[in-house]
């Protein structure tokens, strides 16, 4: 079981931390990703964490502004830091896990086998 948390209302420049509690057997999972979606559009990519050795994914848009990360405090949390947020952030962000790994492939929906129910975050203007 995914369960997110932390979504919001924030200004513009803003900064929200959204948490991922990873339980059952999906702790074992190999990767775990965060996903954004607005209503309308296609399901995109934001960041993932490889679990094995901590290695990070961002799509460009949240390369120098998100941080991905473990909950050094609580075992099996995830986080994504969100800082100098924008309206175009508004979105319900998702939490995923993967059990495998295929080079290439971090940013597709499909290799993600496990999905949270999503936390929206909203960014005023």
């Known amino acids: 079981q995914l369960v997110e948390s932390g979504g919001g209302l924030v200004q513009t420049g803003g900064s929200l931390t959204l948490s991922c509690a990873v339980s059952?057997?999906?702790?074992?999972?190999?990767?775990i990703g965060w996903f954004r979606q607005v209503a309308g559009k296609e399901r995109e990519f934001v960041a993932a964490l490889q679990s094995l050795d901590d290695r990070t994914y961002y799509k460009d848009f949240a390369k120098g502004r998100f941080i991905i990360s473990r909950d050094i405090a609580k075992n099996k949390v995830y986080l994504l830091q969100m800082n100098s947020l924008k309206p175009d952030d508004t979105a319900v962000y998702y939490c995923?896990?993967?059990?495998?790994?295929?080079?290439?492939?971090?940013?597709?929906?499909?290799?993600?086998?496990?999905w949270g129910q999503g936390t929206q975050v909203t960014v005023s203007s």
């Open positions: 059952g057997g999906i702790g074992s999972s190999l990767l």
């Open positions: 995923a896990a993967a059990r495998s790994l295929i080079v290439g492939t971090v940013m597709r929906q499909s290799l993600y086998e496990y």
